[in-house]
């Protein structure tokens, strides 16, 4: 075993960040919330994928942390002072290191529920084990540390789905590329898979899973262990996005029972943008995956569940309780609702859609998109902030990006300084009243066919990579009329909603709809699912925040 710590490309000041030393009357704080206990060398406190994870604090002798793989990897040693533990401790996911004692000594140990009380009640302690937490996990992604070996092909696009879904959920993993990486053979003969099965994910290290769906993924990470999701909610919140994540904060900190379902990863739409400059309080920007796992992690420390890709099919209104179905399985039953499933950018109105989806048309320019477009043209498909954060973002890596847009200009549907960007581009060149016409390729587009929507007439460019970015389609479909929609699919709610079809609706009470609240009573609607919703993070922020000051007054009523 080595017996130092690892040599991890630190400043000074980031490593006392990451493995901070606790002083004496902090500590004394932490034992009331823990339990004391004699430690000798050879003594494994946790082991990898063990389901309960714990904190443990060294107060003597010497703790470290290793990767059990055949090398027995270190990833980091603890001294008297020092701590053990990252994110996972907030969501009581499976841990993916050992914890071995190497010296002698006595530690004080915490478990979960006692973990998150100290971090929701001291101030102090809560920033310092925050921080490192966080730190922690991005040292992990950033060295591959994880439980997780993906086996893929940039020429596949369920390779490309699962880098996102990992990704966005924050989870460690190692990719090998079959068209790059040597000895990639010989792991899959290793767990008797081929390389017609690909992509592969390796979980824990014992489960070799062939083209995985996302559901399959975070059972086998055990990310949905610890939720009970028949246990009747406070509140259910439906999506993770902007608006469904800052309704957990608050909900979860002012004390209710929250959980969370979220069908891919959180972050919504919001989570695959770039950058976002104009959200305030980041005047340098903020990505939308920063921004999301920030939230999602501010949401469990106050004790909010999120259920990943885990998701809403039904929710029966008929009676109270409501009951939210949850991906054909599970009823959840719930007290109040909140919908935040967000809008889905339009398809391309061509044939052929679905054969590229994936391979060539993208609906996020994130950096694991922009890596496979280095160099190439590209078209961006839309006006909105989006489309233009995209377009700004890949014209960095991109040769050249052609942004298509149906209007006539960007002024009425972008903000001033992304058009401003834009303007100043050298390589993005806007096409207005333009249209994809067709898209042409083998196993991954080649060809892309642009009308021009005044004369009609169609150029064909030789581009591989088309980013769709335009237009909203509400997710609405699994509400299946139990609230009143306007005519295209968007829920209406508050004011918006005419006595006609209250009425229609049998709304119950004498009081009208709060502003948030559907045509049901306890059902709110946030976010861009909702009719008239202002399409920016600060505003889906905003009201998920609002919404959860009525779900107090439903839940007195």
């Given at each position: 075993?080595?017996?130092?710590?690892?040599?991890?490309?630190?400043?000074?000041?980031?490593?006392?960040?990451?493995?901070?030393?606790?002083?004496?009357?902090?500590?004394?704080?932490?034992?009331?919330?823990?339990?004391?206990?004699?430690?000798?060398?050879?003594?494994?406190?946790?082991?990898?994928?063990?389901?309960?994870?714990?904190?443990?604090?060294?107060?003597?002798?010497?703790?470290?942390?290793?990767?059990?793989?055949?090398?027995?990897e270190l990833v980091a040693t603890f001294g008297p002072g020092q701590f053990t533990g990252e994110i996972n401790l907030l969501s009581g996911r499976r841990g993916f290191v050992r914890v071995l004692v190497v010296e002698d000594g006595e530690v004080v140990e915490i478990d979960r529920d006692h973990l998150l009380s100290l971090v929701q009640t001291d101030g102090e302690l809560s920033e310092i084990l925050m921080r490192a937490f966080i730190l922690r996990r991005s040292e992990l992604i950033e060295r591959g540390v994880g439980d997780v070996v993906l086996v893929g092909s940039?020429?596949?696009?369920?390779?490309?789905?699962?880098?996102?879904?990992?990704?966005?959920?924050?989870?460690?993993?190692?990719?090998?590329?079959?068209?790059?990486?040597?000895?990639?053979?010989?792991?899959?003969?290793?767990?008797?898979?081929?390389?017609?099965?690909?992509?592969?994910?390796?979980?824990?290290?014992?489960?070799?899973?062939?083209?995985?769906?996302?559901?399959?993924?975070?059972?086998?990470?055990?990310?949905?262990?610890?939720?009970?999701?028949?246990?009747?909610?406070?509140?259910?919140?439906?999506?993770?996005?902007?608006?469904?994540?800052?309704?957990?904060?608050?909900?979860?900190?002012?004390?209710?029972?929250?959980?969370?379902?979220?069908?891919?990863?959180?972050?919504?739409?919001?989570?695959?943008?770039?950058?976002?400059?104009?959200?305030?309080?980041?005047?340098?920007?903020?990505?939308?995956?920063?921004?999301?796992?920030?939230?999602?992690?501010?949401?469990?420390?106050?004790?909010?569940?999120?259920?990943?890709?885990?998701?809403?099919?039904?929710?029966?209104?008929?009676?109270?309780?409501?009951?939210?179905?949850?991906?054909?399985?599970?009823?959840?039953?719930?007290?109040?609702?909140?919908?935040?499933?967000?809008?889905?950018?339009?398809?391309?109105?061509?044939?052929?859609?679905?054969?590229?989806?994936?391979?060539?048309?993208?609906?996020?320019?994130?950096?694991?998109?922009?890596?496979?477009?280095?160099?190439?043209?590209?078209?961006?498909?839309?006006?909105?902030?989006?489309?233009?954060?995209?377009?700004?973002?890949?014209?960095?890596?991109?040769?050249?990006?052609?942004?298509?847009?149906?209007?006539?200009?960007?002024?009425?549907?972008?903000?001033?300084?992304?058009?401003?960007?834009?303007?100043?581009?050298?390589?993005?060149?806007?096409?207005?009243?333009?249209?994809?016409?067709?898209?042409?390729?083998?196993?991954?587009?080649?060809?892309?066919?642009?009308?021009?929507?005044?004369?009609?007439?169609?150029?064909?460019?030789?581009?591989?990579?088309?980013?769709?970015?335009?237009?909203?389609?509400?997710?609405?479909?699994?509400?299946?009329?139990?609230?009143?929609?306007?005519?295209?699919?968007?829920?209406?709610?508050?004011?918006?909603?005419?006595?006609?079809?209250?009425?229609?609706?049998?709304?119950?009470?004498?009081?009208?709809?709060?502003?948030?609240?559907?045509?049901?009573?306890?059902?709110?609607?946030?976010?861009?699912?909702?009719?008239?919703?202002?399409?920016?993070?600060?505003?889906?922020?905003?009201?998920?925040?609002?919404?959860?000051?009525?779900?107090?007054?439903?839940?007195?009523?």
């Amino acid at each position: 075993m080595a017996d130092r710590i690892p040599e991890i490309p630190l400043t000074g000041s980031r490593a006392e960040e990451i493995f901070p030393k606790l002083t004496s009357t902090q500590i004394s704080r932490i034992c009331a919330h823990g339990r004391s206990r004699k430690v000798q060398r050879g003594d494994v406190l946790m082991e990898a994928g063990q389901q309960h994870a714990r904190f443990f604090v060294v107060i003597s002798g010497r703790i470290d942390v290793v990767r059990p793989t055949d090398a027995a990897e270190l990833v980091a040693t603890f001294g008297p002072g020092q701590f053990t533990g990252e994110i996972n401790l907030l969501s009581g996911r499976r841990g993916f290191v050992r914890v071995l004692v190497v010296e002698d000594g006595e530690v004080v140990e915490i478990d979960r529920d006692h973990l998150l009380s100290l971090v929701q009640t001291d101030g102090e302690l809560s920033e310092i084990l925050m921080r490192a937490f966080i730190l922690r996990r991005s040292e992990l992604i950033e060295r591959g540390v994880g439980d997780v070996v993906l086996v893929g092909s940039t020429h596949s696009s369920n390779t490309l789905r699962i880098q996102e879904f990992l990704t966005r959920n924050g989870h460690p993993y190692k990719y090998l590329d079959l068209d790059q990486e040597t000895g990639t053979q010989d792991l899959l003969d290793r767990f008797h898979v081929s390389v017609d099965d690909v992509p592969v994910v390796i979980c824990r290290n014992r489960t070799a899973l062939k083209n995985p769906t996302n559901e399959e993924i975070a059972s086998c990470l055990g990310f949905n262990e610890v939720i009970d999701e028949t246990h009747l909610r406070d509140v259910v919140i439906v999506g993770a996005g902007p608006s469904g994540l800052a309704a957990a904060v608050y909900g979860a900190s002012e004390g209710l029972d929250v959980l969370v379902l979220e069908s891919v990863s959180p972050g919504g739409q919001a989570g695959s943008s770039s950058m976002i400059e104009n959200y305030l309080g980041f005047p340098t920007g903020i990505s939308g995956k920063k921004l999301a796992a920030a939230a999602h992690m501010q949401a469990e420390k106050f004790g909010a569940q999120i259920a990943i890709a885990r998701g809403a099919t039904r929710l029966s209104c008929a009676r109270k309780p409501y009951a939210v179905q949850i991906d054909n399985g599970p009823h959840t039953p719930t007290k109040t609702v909140i919908i935040a499933t967000g809008a889905e950018y339009r398809k391309l109105a061509v044939d052929n859609l679905s054969k590229f989806e994936g391979a060539g048309v993208y609906y996020g320019a994130t950096a694991i998109e922009a890596k496979l477009c280095g160099g190439d043209e590209v078209i961006v498909v839309g006006g909105g902030n989006s489309a233009g954060q995209a377009a700004v973002y890949l014209s960095q890596t991109a040769r050249r990006v052609h942004m298509v847009v149906r209007a006539a200009g960007l002024s009425d549907t972008m903000s001033r300084y992304l058009i401003r960007r834009i303007e100043q581009s050298s390589n993005i060149v806007l096409r207005t009243r333009t249209e994809i016409a067709a898209l042409d390729g083998s196993d991954h587009l080649e060809r892309v066919s642009l009308r021009d929507r005044q004369t009609g007439n169609v150029e064909v460019l030789e581009i591989q990579h088309v980013f769709v970015m335009a237009g909203a389609v509400p997710n609405t479909v699994w509400l299946k009329g139990c609230v009143v929609l306007d005519a295209s699919g968007f829920i209406k709610t508050g004011p918006d909603i005419s006595s006609e079809e209250l009425a229609a609706a049998k709304w119950p009470l004498t009081r009208a709809p709060h502003l948030l609240e559907t045509s049901l009573p306890g059902v709110f609607a946030v976010g861009d699912v909702r009719c008239g919703n202002v399409k920016r993070v600060a505003s889906a922020v905003g009201e998920g925040s609002i919404a959860v000051s009525f779900v107090h007054q439903v839940l007195h009523e």
